[in-house]
């Protein structure tokens, strides 16, 4: 018997519904808010979850990630009376199951609801995989682990990789993660900058050349194909490959084998492909920039890499890692930070992503190299100024709130409920910022939180905080 929960303020459907799945022998909760769903997600481990997308407090499609992330991670069944091709895309790109329109097909209903069980329990015979190698790859948020959930998998085998995503976002970083996790990692990690690739040139540096081939090939070179053999070829804004080699490329990843300029033989080279993109490969096949058989041939999997903006709980531990890597480069003491430091970075929108941060953060200790606390003063202008601009939007929204009805006093919830929720992200919070700047030795941490080691042991294992 599975655990299922339905989240729908349609109580007659909810009524329905849950009448059906009994019949099917399984258990069934209902909630009819976003909030009562949430909670029950956060102390039941449901199978599945039958999820509302106009709900009275929210958008069901905005709490996708977040209930996968949960313990269980239930599969998640979208049920919306209102069709909508693009809701429908955002719910299966964010993980959902399914998409289902009212009325709904009860026959429809249950055949996805018996693949869903049937996918989960065959995921959980299968050998739990080994954990990630994954140091350079900072965050927890819901959006980041679904990306890294689907690097996880992908990771072991030797399917070709298109990593997307705005520039910054650290795609270049994934690469690296997919190698040092796969069998080739004992073997090269070659970098092919396609936006640096000089056109007359790109086919020697890509297949080598013998000596004479052209005009000054004094001597014989190794292509960068030839290089990857055995490891990983990581081909870097894919979408500048000039047209002209693109032809060749698609052989080479067809048969891995070709022929260095000016050679008459030709030569092997077995390597996984890994390539990343900031553009719009099926408009640039549009209009005839980009190969569509290439572009099939890349993309065995694709890995969306979230913007900045839309994770910014990661804000924060990015930039005490990279504060510290680059204390460290720099020989300085590491930095303390005034609790609005981190405010004014989260209310900035970062267009240049995490890349953007990490220079920003140079910029900072540059800045405030003598100082021992980083004040939100440090920050370019630029920050700060978008930073105000926010807070005075936030106080007209939570004015423009305050002279509406007062909400229904069943939506409030309990004042310990409150206390305790946030007393428990609070700790959670400082164990993962003095594991961080600790780097996870104990007597450290222990000494900088004044907490006894059994104490310590005791909050890390209540909030699921690794020691390794």
């Known amino acids: 018997m599975s655990k299922i929960l339905i ?20 258990s069934v909760t209902c909630a009819l808010t976003l909030e009562d769903g949430l909670k029950e997600v956060s102390t039941g481990a449901f199978d599945v979850v039958f999820l509302d997308v106009n709900l009275p407090d929210g958008s069901g499609l905005d709490v996708i990630p977040v209930i996968r992330k949960e313990p269980s991670s239930p599969e998640i069944i979208i049920i919306t009376g209102e069709g909508d091709p693009d809701g429908a895309e955002l719910a299966i790109k964010s ?31 299968i050998k739990p995989p080994v954990a990630l190698k994954r140091e350079d790859i900072i965050g927890s948020s819901p959006q980041l682990e679904t990306s890294l959930d689907l690097l996880a998998q992908v990771a072991g085998s030797d399917a070709n990789v298109l990593l997307t995503g705005e520039t910054g976002t650290g795609k270049e970083v994934f690469a690296k993660t997919i190698h040092r996790n796969s069998s ?15 056109e007359t040139l790109v ?23 030839k290089e990857a ?5 990581f081909l870097d804004e894919v979408g500048e490959l000039p047209l002209s080699v693109q032809k060749d490329f698609l052989r080479v990843l067809q048969e891995n084998r070709f022929r260095p300029l000016g050679s008459n033989k030709e030569i092997e080279s077995d390597f996984r492909l890994v390539s990343a993109t900031n553009r719009d490969l099926e408009k640039m096949i549009e209009s005839g920039e980009f190969r569509k058989d290439l572009f099939f041939r890349l993309q065995s999997v694709i890995i969306e890499l979230p913007p900045l903006k839309i994770r910014s709980r990661d804000i924060k531990d990015l930039t005490i890692h990279y504060m510290v890597k680059l204390c460290e480069r720099y020989g300085m003491e590491t930095k303390g930070f005034s609790p609005d430091f981190f405010e004014t970075l989260a ?34 202008t630029k920050i700060r100024a978008h930073a105000a601009r926010a807070s005075i939007s936030k106080k007209e929204t939570d004015k423009d709130l305050l002279e509406k009805d007062t909400l229904p006093a069943e939506m409030l919830p309990k004042l310990q409920d409150v206390r305790e929720t946030a007393v428990s992200k609070a700790e959670k919070q400082y164990l993962y910022d003095l594991m961080l700047l600790t780097k996870k030795e104990i007597k450290e941490a222990c000494r900088v939180s004044g907490l ?11 909030h699921k905080i690794s020691r390794t």
């Open 7 to 26: 989240i729908d303020d349609d109580k007659l459907l909810a009524n329905t519904l849950s009448r059906f799945i009994l019949h099917m022998e399984h």
């Open 95 to 125: 993980g959902a199951w399914a998409y289902i329109e009212k009325p709904l097909s009860m026959e429809n209903v249950e055949l996805q609801l018996v693949r869903a069980l049937q996918y989960r329990k065959e995921e959980a015979d």
């Open 184 to 198: 080739r990692a004992g073997k090269n990690f070659v970098v092919v900058d396609c936006t640096a690739l000089p």
């Open 203 to 225: 086919e020697s540096m890509l297949f080598g050349h013998e000596r004479g081939a052209f005009t000054g090939a004094e001597k014989a070179r190794t292509g960068l194909v």
């Open 229 to 233: 053999d055995g490891g990983t070829l």
């Open 347 to 380: 209310a900035y929108n970062w267009p240049g992503n995490v890349r953007e941060l990490i220079h920003t953060m140079e910029r900072v200790l540059t800045v405030a190299r003598f100082e021992p606390t980083l004040f939100p003063r440090h920050l370019p």
């Open 452 to 462: 006894s080691q059994s104490r310590l042991y005791h909050l890390m294992k209540k």
